[in-house]
Nanobody, 118 residues
């Protein structure tokens, strides 16, 4: 069983920055593929960024060059550094863990709200 707890959301002006954190319990963090998803009102949940156990990363086109995903295995934590925030980035952001590295995310955090004002 893996529990995920996000933090770091909030209200920021356009052009600003936020860093989201997600701490994982369960003593298997180093083997997990971790992802950050977001869901805006009236829209489907979308994958924003993912990082493999080995540190390879992928990003949605909409955030490339602005967002950076990273992990600290010593702290069982994955981060999402968000720079150049835009009002379109407003959403609830979720941390997720892919236990079997098959593209299916088995565990989810509770979500953290990010609001970007124009």
């Amino acid at each position: 069983q893996v529990q995920l707890v996000e933090s770091g959301g909030g209200l920021v002006q356009a052009g600003g920055s936020l860093r989201l954190s997600c701490v994982a319990s369960g003593n298997i963090f180093t083997s997990l593929v971790m992802g950050w998803y977001r869901q805006a009102p009236g829209k489907q949940r979308e994958l924003v960024a993912r990082i493999t156990a080995g540190g390879s990363t992928n990003y949605a086109d909409s955030v490339k060059g602005r967002f950076t995903i990273s992990r600290d295995n010593a702290k069982d934590t994955v981060y999402l550094q968000m720079n150049g925030l835009e009002p379109e980035d407003t959403a609830v952001y979720y941390c997720a863990a892919d236990l079997y590295q098959n593209g299916h995310y088995d565990y989810w955090g509770q979500g953290t709200q990010v609001t970007v004002s124009s």
